[in-house]
């Protein structure tokens, strides 16, 4: 079984064998990957699920909660309805530095049903930097103490490790060296994480637009894909995947 760690040098094979070129040409783009996904909240308003599947969707992302008290208002349609039209889907939590993180645990845990076909938990961390009311910046150690109770609670209920989402700003201002034992969830639309983000070429799901647009939802919509081949797709699904 391949480690993360090594799944790279197994993809760029993968890709210089069937795109006759090589990595020492050009970065690879999300098009060389062949698995494709999607992040969604109540901004993308109804999504046509059947629509956005037949359309090559392979999971998906939703937000469920933020903070202590809020509840993204088209969850549980979005979560039931991805589920009915066959995309594999996980829930995410954008964490918020002005609530205790034992509200957000619990929080998060009264909304989002235990649902052994769901893909692992997310926990969103960036900078809360559009917030009107919450400016504060936890030092290093508050943050990375209070996330290793956010994601080992969340890991004892649902029964999987979950996935760390970052922006290049906050994984190089906090996350550098940490939580090598979760698969990460990177944002980088500039160019390909591997000038973005130090010490983190093993990550597991690129976000690489805000701006993509998907059959079924009505205006923009943030695209990713996930580092493998479809057979390690069906790997990470199943869990034989180990972790970096």
């Given at each position: 079984?391949?480690?993360?760690?090594?799944?790279?040098?197994?993809?760029?094979?993968?890709?210089?064998?069937?795109?006759?070129?090589?990595?020492?040409?050009?970065?690879?783009?999300?098009s060389?990957?062949?698995?494709?996904?999607?992040?969604?909240?109540?901004?993308?308003?109804?999504?046509?699920?059947?629509t956005?599947?037949?359309?090559?969707?392979?999971?998906?992302?939703?937000?469920?909660?933020?903070?202590?008290?809020?509840?993204?208002?088209?969850?549980?349609?979005?979560?039931?309805?991805?589920?009915?039209?066959?995309?594999?889907?996980?829930?995410?939590?954008?964490?918020?530095?002005?609530?205790?993180?034992?509200?957000?645990?619990?929080?998060?845990?009264?909304?989002?049903?235990?649902?052994?076909?769901?893909?692992?938990?997310?926990?969103?961390m960036?900078?809360n930097?559009?917030?009107?009311?919450?400016?504060?910046?936890?030092?290093?150690?508050?943050?990375?103490?209070?996330?290793?109770?956010?994601?080992?609670?969340?890991?004892?209920?649902?029964?999987?490790?979950?996935?760390?989402?970052?922006?290049?700003?906050?994984?190089?201002?906090?996350?550098?060296?940490?939580?090598?034992?979760?698969?990460?969830w990177?944002?980088?639309?500039?160019?390909?994480?591997?000038?973005?983000?130090?010490?983190?070429?093993?990550?597991?799901?690129?976000?690489?637009?805000?701006?993509?647009r998907?059959?079924?939802?009505?205006?923009?919509?943030d695209?990713?894909?996930?580092?493998g081949?479809?057979?390690?797709?069906?790997?990470?699904?199943?869990?034989?995947?180990?972790?970096?």
């Amino acid at each position: 079984m391949l480690a993360f760690s090594r799944r790279l040098a197994v993809f760029l094979l993968t890709f210089s064998l069937t795109a006759c070129a090589s990595y020492e040409d050009r970065d690879p783009v999300p098009s060389d990957f062949p698995i494709h996904g999607i992040d969604i909240s109540r901004w993308q308003g109804d999504i046509d699920w059947h629509t956005v599947r037949k359309a090559g969707t392979q999971f998906a992302f939703i937000k469920a909660t933020e903070g202590g008290d809020f509840l993204d208002p088209k969850f549980v349609e979005n979560w039931n309805a991805a589920k009915a039209a066959g995309v594999p889907r996980g829930a995410y939590h954008f964490y918020y530095f002005c609530r205790p993180v034992e509200d957000q645990i619990a929080w998060f845990i009264q909304n989002v049903p235990v649902d052994p076909t769901a893909l692992p938990p997310v926990l969103d961390m960036e900078w809360n930097g559009e917030s009107k009311n919450c400016r504060i910046r936890p030092p290093q150690g508050k943050i990375v103490a209070d996330m290793t109770l956010f994601l080992d609670a969340l890991q004892a209920h649902y029964g999987k490790r979950p996935i760390v989402y970052t922006t290049v700003d906050f994984h190089r201002e906090i996350l550098v060296g940490h939580f090598t034992a979760h698969d990460f969830w990177i944002r980088s639309v500039a160019r390909h994480p591997m000038h973005m983000y130090s010490k983190r070429d093993d990550w597991v799901f690129w976000q690489y637009t805000a701006e993509g647009r998907v059959p079924g939802i009505k205006g923009n919509v943030d695209r990713n894909v996930f580092f493998g081949t479809k057979r390690q797709w069906q790997q990470w699904l199943r869990g034989e995947l180990p972790n970096p």
